[in-house]
Structure formats: structure tokens, C-alpha cells
């Protein structure tokens, strides 16, 4: 999921990448794996390397609600999300199956943001606020590693 969002944040700010070209060696620099996923500094090199340029990037640990809805309404903002979840099949025999997930995350109607890759059954969907607020509260609250956010803005 760490290359996935970053080449959805790339395409987001103008760069003409595909997953079809440039999704496998993207997994390379990230050093992801099916098992393990991307770690968090391998993905921000990724994100960094990759954007080339194009995107004013800013790393938040404990992200606030307020601190996501503030950033959405800027202009060209748009932010990669990294939380923990409910784990695949393969790792369901831990006492807390818990996996990290990179989402790229866009400004919605004002009732949602839009997801991309965040859900496993659709492409791009629409996550409520309320869900978003209760997603992070939960997260800040948990004995997992804080979420993250990076936040983003086209530079033009």
C-alpha cells in the first residue's frame, strides 16, 4: 500500500506515473514486501525521491482532526495517511492482528473525504467525517504507534 500511495499522490500532483511502469520499482526503493509492507522511512524517502519536486511535503505525528480538516481546505492539499487496522488473514494468529495502512486521502463534500486504496473492496471511497474523527481518536488512544500524516500540497 506505501508505493500505491505514493504513486496516487504523484498522479494526484500532475506527475504522469503509472502503476503499470513505475509501481514495481517504486516497491524496490520502498524495499516493500507482501509480508511486511514499507517501513516508514523507506516510504518517506519514496514520497520524497518520487514527487520530484511537485509536492510541498510535511510529516505530522498525532495527527488532530482539527489539524486533517484544516489542511483539506487549503488549495491543492491532499494528504497520505498512515494508520493500523484490523490485519489480512495471514497474520489473524497474533493475540492483536494489527497492520499499518498508507492512505491517500482527498478533500471531499464537506460530510466526507475521499479515500483512495483505502478500503480493500473499492478503489476510491467515501469515508464520513464522523468515521475519520473516530479513526483517529482511536488510533491516538491505542498501544500501537501513533498515525501519521503527510501532508501535501501541489506546488504549481
Known sequence: CGPTAILNACKWAGLSYTIKTHHLYLTHLCESTYESGTEEPQFERGLRLMSLGSLRIRKRLNPTYEMIMNH?????????????RPGHEYNRHLKDPIEGHYTFVLPGDGTDVRCVNDRRDQTVSSLPLAELKKRIRFLNGEKVDAPRVWLLQRIK
Open 72 to 84: 483539506l481546505k487549503q488549495p491543492d492539499s491532499a494528504l497520505i495517511f498512515l494508520y493500523w
